[in-house]
């Protein structure tokens, strides 16, 4: 076997990669004519420096064209290493604002809770309120899923549940522009910030099931008092470290997903890592094996009477509290929860 030859192809490979890769980090920074420049240019040139490689060595303009190659690639490396994260820019409306909390024992206080009034995804009322809970009074928390691209990907939320009635959900999200649109690649190359946003069911729940026509599916998640706590608490340390110091939205290792399983890991450390996690409308499926969702009744059961489209629906229609209304039949919820 030619060592060399098989080395030289190797190095190809990863410059195609890295061609890819700094062509798209290119055109997700970039304004659309300035990207398609440099993006061309870079790809030609790692284009042609691949080429070089995978042929025999031998041509005189070899080292030139790599050396060429090798300082374009740490001039985008130093252009990526000084992308940095925001707060100062010009949001949209439902991230405008970024959660404040304040514990004091038992009491819980939280600025700019979310409790918008959407109509459709593009007609509704701002409103932001400030909102106080006592957490010795927390006593549920309910997994949710919303699915808005295919059977594979979902949006995690996790909504928790006080004795007095008071509900509150938490989800991680990415922080666009006004004029930005989500893109799952484009969260891979920094596209994005992220926030967490606190707000009312009928905001982050309702607005997927009602407004937007998501397909969504609610589980009642197996907790204490005490882990329930943790978890608010450790969602809370995760917002007011994103107020005082922004980071970059990631597809793969910073979403609404990973969050969720980062913070429940600080309850029990030994939960596996799996694909699911990455695969975040199997994640329910995952919780389940973990032992975290109702037990007693196969997951397909769990799924079936989780689904909450047509009680979230029928609760416009007849003016039925909504919360109450989307938890009808879920299994290990008492009816009147």
């Known amino acids: 076997m030619n060592w060399k030859r098989l080395a030289r192809s190797l190095a190809a490979l990863a410059v195609v990669a890295a061609t890819a890769w700094g062509a798209l980090a290119l055109w997700f920074q970039l304004a659309p004519v300035l990207a398609l420049a440099l993006g061309g240019a870079w790809a030609l040139l790692g284009l042609a420096v691949a080429l070089v490689l995978a042929r025999t060595p031998g041509w005189r303009h070899e080292r030139r064209l790599l050396l060429a190659g090798a300082l374009a690639a740490l001039a985008l490396l130093g252009w990526w ?15 405008a604002r970024l959660l404040e909390s304040t514990v004091d024992g038992d009491r819980l206080e939280l600025r700019n809770v979310r409790a918008f009034e959407w109509r459709t995804e593009t007609d509704y009322t701002p409103r932001w309120e400030t909102r106080r809970y006592d957490l010795s009074r927390l006593e549920s928390a309910d997994l949710i899923l919303s699915y808005w691209m295919g059977p594979h990907i979902a949006h995690t939320l996790v909504s928790f549940g006080f004795s007095d009635g008071q509900r509150l959900v938490f989800s991680l999200e990415i922080r666009k522009e006004r004029d930005e649109t989500f893109s799952a690649l484009g969260g891979f190359f920094r596209k994005f910030e992220q926030v967490i946003v606190a707000a009312d069911e009928r905001d982050l729940i309702r607005t997927r099931s009602n407004a937007r026509g998501e397909q969504v599916y609610l ?28 980071e970059f939205y990631n597809t793969l290792t910073s979403n609404c997903t990973t969050i969720l399983f980062e913070l429940a890991r600080h309850i029990d450390p030994t939960l596996p890592l799996d694909y699911r996690l990455l695969a975040s409308g199997h994640f329910a499926e995952y919780a389940y094996d973990q032992g975290a969702l109702t037990p007693g009744l196969p997951y397909a059961m769990l799924r079936e009477r989780g689904h909450i489209n047509a009680r979230a629906r029928k609760s416009d229609r ?11 039949g879920v299994p290990g919820i008492a009816p009147n929860d």
Request: aromatic letters at 8%; zero cysteines.
């Open 81 to 95: 290493q000084s992308l940095a994260p925001s707060h100062d820019l010009p949001w949209a409306d439902d991230v």
């Open 219 to 246: 589980y009642r998640l197996r907790a204490t008092p005490a882990q329930l706590r943790s978890v608010l608490l450790d969602y809370l340390a995760r917002a007011e470290r994103l107020r005082g110091q922004p």
């Open 318 to 328: 007849d003016a039925d509290d909504y919360s109450r209304a989307i938890r009808a």
